[in-house]
């Protein structure tokens, strides 16, 4: 989603709803925790509306310390993820090995494993009339609702070991993804990857780059932009990223390698 803004200037069928929105976790629903974050859901309100990864200093210093004004409504909501979390506290007190546990040593225990969601959610609407008169005053170009649709062809090579993300496989990774794609507003789609898929382009294409296998299995979505990404594991350097993005005739846009993640 890095290089959306190399394709803004042209017309696309995606449209993009929730631009002035967000949500956003809360720890309570009291006026003090509801102004502490509002600033934060204006922030994310601004990149989608936007497309910037980072705000110009101005934005972040005029605009982030008014966001109340900015608000049409918001309410808070319970944390999906809230309830989940103590159900499994409940599971795991309740089996044979924790009966004698005390509660709070059956939280501690799960919390040691991972960090425990806030309870609530907090919901809010912001003005896009307000919203684009205020960056027009500062001179920030925004990118409308009509964006383009992203195709994400990605490879991870694990010592050696190659799939792709999408259909079934790496389910946790594609929830990321689509998580942060709607963070910046940007329609992002993950192929299939079915016998469909497999029968026009191999794992061996995709990491090779052939681009006359890729576009002929892209065709099928009707994206506006097709971006491939190899993740590679290097011995004793983390990750590498080399990404290729090209429009849906193949055409290069862009391309390079990411620095180690």
């Known amino acids: 989603v890095l290089w959306c803004g190399l394709f803004c200037?042209?017309?696309?069928?995606a449209t993009v709803d929730g631009l002035y929105?967000?949500?956003?976790?809360?720890?309570n629903q009291s006026d003090s925790e509801r102004n502490r974050l509002l600033p934060l859901a204006l922030r994310q309100v601004l990149?989608?509306?936007?497309?910037?990864?980072?705000?110009?200093?101005e934005v972040e210093s005029q605009l982030l310390p008014q966001a109340t004004r900015f608000v049409q409504q918001f309410r808070f909501r319970n944390n999906p993820e809230w309830a989940e979390y103590q159900a499994e506290l409940r599971r795991v007190a309740e089996t044979p090995s924790w009966e004698a546990t005390e509660e709070s040593e059956v939280s501690e225990a799960i919390e040691s494993e991972m960090l425990p969601p806030?309870?609530?959610l907090l919901a809010v609407q912001f003005d896009p009339q307000m919203i684009n008169r205020a960056l027009g005053e500062l001179s920030v170009p925004i990118w409308g609702k009509e964006r383009p649709?992203?195709?994400l062809w990605l490879v991870i090579d694990d010592h050696g070991s190659r799939g792709v993300?999408?259909?079934d496989a790496l389910l946790e990774l594609q929830s990321q993804i689509k998580q942060h794609a709607k963070q910046r507003g940007v329609p992002v789609w993950l192929p299939m990857y079915?016998?469909?898929d497999t029968s026009t382009v191999m794992v061996s294409d995709l990491w090779g780059n052939f681009a006359e296998s890729i576009i002929d299995a892209s065709q099928r979505y009707q994206p506006d932009v097709i971006v491939l990404g190899r993740v590679q594991r290097l011995p004793r350097q983390g990750w590498q990223f080399r990404w290729n993005v090209s429009d849906a005739t193949g055409q290069t846009a862009s391309y390079g390698d990411a620095e180690l993640l």
Do not use: N, R, W
Request: hydrophobic content about 50%.
């Open 149 to 151: 649709a992203l195709l």
């Open 9 to 13: 200037t042209v017309s696309y069928a």
């Open 21 to 27: 929105e967000a949500e956003i976790v809360a720890a």
């Open 118 to 120: 806030e309870p609530y």
């Open 47 to 57: 990149v989608k509306v936007t497309g910037a990864h980072q705000l110009m200093p």
């Open 194 to 196: 079915d016998f469909q």
């Open 165 to 167: 993300v999408g259909g």
